[in-house]
C-alpha cells in the first residue's frame, strides 16, 4: 500500500522557494530525466496557487506545460499527446467540481495519470475521486520532498493515499454506497481469498495476516497475487478501496480488537 507523510493541512506556498531550490540543487540527472519524462499540466480555480506550484515543480525538475482552470482550456500540443501526461488538480475548496474535471480529462486523456491535491477534511468524495479515474490523493502539506516522491510514485503506477484516508473512507463509506452482501458481487473469490482481503482491507502486512489465519506469509503472497488478479485492480490500495466499495468490509475494520474476527467471518 502506497502511503505518504505530507503532514498536517498547509499550503504549499510555505517555503517553496527555498525548497525547491534545496531539492533541484540536489537531485541527479536521472530522477530529472524521468520528471521530464512527463509533460506536466496544473489544474485548480487559483492562479495564484498554480503558479506557486509551477514554480516548486519546475524548480525539482518536472516539464509543466500548462495551468489551466478547466480541462477544457487544457490545449496540448500534437507532438505531446503520445507522451504520458500527469495533471496535478488544487481541488480548493470544491471537490465535487474537481472530481467533474478528473472525469473529462481521462475521457480525452485515457492513459494519463491524475493526483488531486486536497484538504484533509475533504473526505466524503474521496471514493468518487478514485472512481473518476485518480491516481493519488495528497494533502497540502509543508514537507516538500515526500510530496514530490508520491508525485513520482504515481508516475511509475502506483496508487498513492495519505495514511488517514483508507480508515475514513471506512467510517463513511455507508453513506456513499449501499449496502451490498459479499457473495453477491464475488463468487470468484474462494472463502480464504476473501478473509484475506478483509484483512489486506484493514492495511495489516502479509505477515500478520498469515499470524491472524494460521498459514505461511508464503502462501499469504500468493493468494493476494491471484486476489488482485480476480479483481482487476494492480496494488493492495486499489484492492482495499474495491472491497470497501463492494461490501466485503463491514463496520470499521480498523477499530476491531486484537485477535477479534473481522466481521462477516466465522469464529
Known amino acids: 500500500m502506497s502511503v505518504c ?31 521530464r519524462a512527463f509533460a506536466t499540466a496544473l489544474l485548480g480555480p487559483n492562479f495564484l496557487v498554480l503558479e506557486g506550484l509551477k514554480g516548486i515543480l519546475s524548480a525539482a525538475g518536472f516539464r509543466v506545460i500548462a495551468a489551466v482552470s478547466r480541462v477544457n482550456d487544457l490545449d496540448v500540443a500534437p507532438e505531446l499527446q503520445q507522451q504520458p501526461i500527469l495533471l496535478i488538480v488544487n481541488a480548493a475548496e470544491d471537490l465535487r467540481d474537481a472530481v467533474r474535471q478528473i472525469e473529462l480529462f481521462k475521457e480525452r486523456y485515457e492513459n494519463g495519470r491524475v493526483v488531486l491535491l486536497a484538504d484533509p477534511g475533504q473526505f466524503a468524495e474521496i471514493p468518487a475521486v478514485f472512481r473518476a479515474g485518480a491516481n493519488g490523493y495528497l494533502y497540502m502539506g509543508p514537507s516538500l520532498e515526500p510530496f514530490i516522491k508520491a508525485l513520482e510514485l504515481v508516475m511509475l503506477g502506483e496508487t498513492v493515499l495519505p495514511k488517514a484516508i483508507l480508515p475514513l473512507i471506512l467510517e463513511h463509506k455507508d453513506d456513499l454506497r449501499a449496502p451490498k452482501t459479499p457473495d453477491s458481487f464475488a463468487p470468484q473469490l474462494s472463502r480464504r481469498e476473501k478473509l484475506i482481503l478483509r484483512h489486506l482491507a484493514e492495511g495489516l502486512a502479509n505477515k500478520v495476516i498469515a499470524s491472524e489465519i494460521g498459514i505461511a506469509q508464503a502462501t499469504v503472497k500468493v493468494h493476494v497475487k491471484s486476489i488482485l488478479t480476480k479483481i482487476g485492480v494492480v496494488n493492495r490500495t486499489q484492492a482495499a478501496i474495491w472491497a470497501m466499495n463492494n461490501g466485503l468490509v463491514v463496520g470499521d475494520p480498523m477499530k476491531r480488537a486484537p485477535g477479534q474476527k473481522p466481521p462477516g467471518t466465522k469464529q
Do not use: C, I
Open 5 to 35: 507523510e505530507t503532514g498536517g493541512h498547509e499550503t504549499l506556498a510555505q517555503n517553496d522557494q527555498e525548497q525547491g531550490a534545496e531539492l533541484a540543487g540536489s537531485q541527479p540527472d536521472d530522477e530529472r530525466a524521468f520528471r
